[in-house]
């Protein structure tokens, strides 16, 4: 499920840039759902509500889909006071693009600060939990106000990206506002696996994020510096490399032909007696000896 326009895959600074320049409830919100969404690299209909009239395959996200877990596997129930010390959750994503139904991701808790997705999943249930009549089936964008309800819409969490790509700028990043949107967040996602040490196996990459096959790799930046470090010190770890013939009938012959020579055979005798004296040795080893 290649995006219909490439959009630049988003490193990590610009989910720290979101969430700490988030001031109001409604950016809060925002920030704390596109930067969880990451760790799935999800499909910005997942977790925000798209301008698209006609019926979608893809079900959004919602609390009763989202489940934490303790080491030892045992579930932390959504009420809990600390379900942001989970140590794993898991998604269960619905109908989807791929055709497929009820597909359960897992993922760890990190040790960074805000970029957690045990801590920002739980932030998001709890937020939800919070509203009037609350519903564990409502989608993860929907947003209260205190007044009235609405939805968090793909275009606010678009503006979010660029206003972020503005504040760091393209000499850090390397490209500008124009280039991004939210196809950059399930970019962003694939990217980060590709790049990390030690690397992330591509099926698991095909597996967090759902692909069906190497798709994922139109997602990733080799325009990227960090893309092909350590890459032309690893071209050097062979000082050679032999090649297995493909015809091996062809291999034996010449073998053959090269232990026919006079020359190899020759060498043959000089291995077996020694470089001098062959005769005499080869003599004394029939047991001749000279009076």
């Known amino acids: 499920d290649s995006p219909t326009k490439h959009q630049k895959a988003l490193p990590p600074i610009v989910y ?3 969430l700490r320049s988030s001031t109001q409830p409604r950016e809060t919100a925002r920030a704390q759902t596109l930067s969880a969404a990451l760790f799935f ?3 910005s209909c997942e977790y925000s509500k798209t301008p698209r009239t006609e019926k979608q395959k893809t079900r959004p996200i919602r609390p009763c889909d989202i489940t934490f877990r303790r080491n030892d596997g045992t579930i932390v129930p959504h009420n809990h006071p600390k379900l942001h010390l989970a140590s794993t959750l898991s998604i269960t994503f619905g109908p989807q693009k791929s055709e497929k139904i009820d597909e359960t991701i897992n993922q760890y808790r990190t040790d960074d ?3 957690c997705p045990c801590k920002l999943w739980a932030l998001v249930v709890t937020r939800l939990r919070s509203y009037p009549g609350y519903n564990s089936k409502w989608p993860v964008y929907t947003y209260f106000n205190g007044t009235e309800f609405s939805h968090l819409t793909s275009d606010e969490y678009s503006n979010d990206i660029k206003a972020a790509v503005d ?3 393209f000499e850090t990043l390397g490209f500008t506002r124009h280039d991004v949107g939210t196809h950059s967040n399930r970019a962003g996602g694939a990217m980060m696996m590709y ?3 030690p690397k992330v196996p591509n099926f698991t990459i095909m597996m967090i994020g759902r692909w069906n096959s190497l798709a994922f790799l139109s997602y990733i930046e080799k325009q990227v510096m960090q893309f092909s470090e350590g890459v032309s010190k690893r071209m050097l770890q062979n000082d050679t490399f032999f090649n297995v ?3 091996p009938s062809a291999e034996h012959r010449s073998q053959d032909s090269a ?4 020359h190899h055979k020759s060498q043959a005798l000089c291995n077996k007696f020694g470089p001098s004296g062959s005769s005499q040795s080869h003599q004394q080893h029939l047991g001749i000896s000279h009076l």
């Not at 232990?259 to 006079?262: I, K, T, V």
């Open 16 to 18: 720290r840039t979101i």
């Open 245 to 247: 013939p493909t015809n």
């Open 113 to 115: 600060p805000v970029l």
């Open 195 to 197: 790049l990390a040490k």
């Open 259 to 262: 232990r026919s020579s006079p």
């Open 167 to 169: 504040t760091i700028g």
């Open 41 to 43: 690299c999800m499909r």
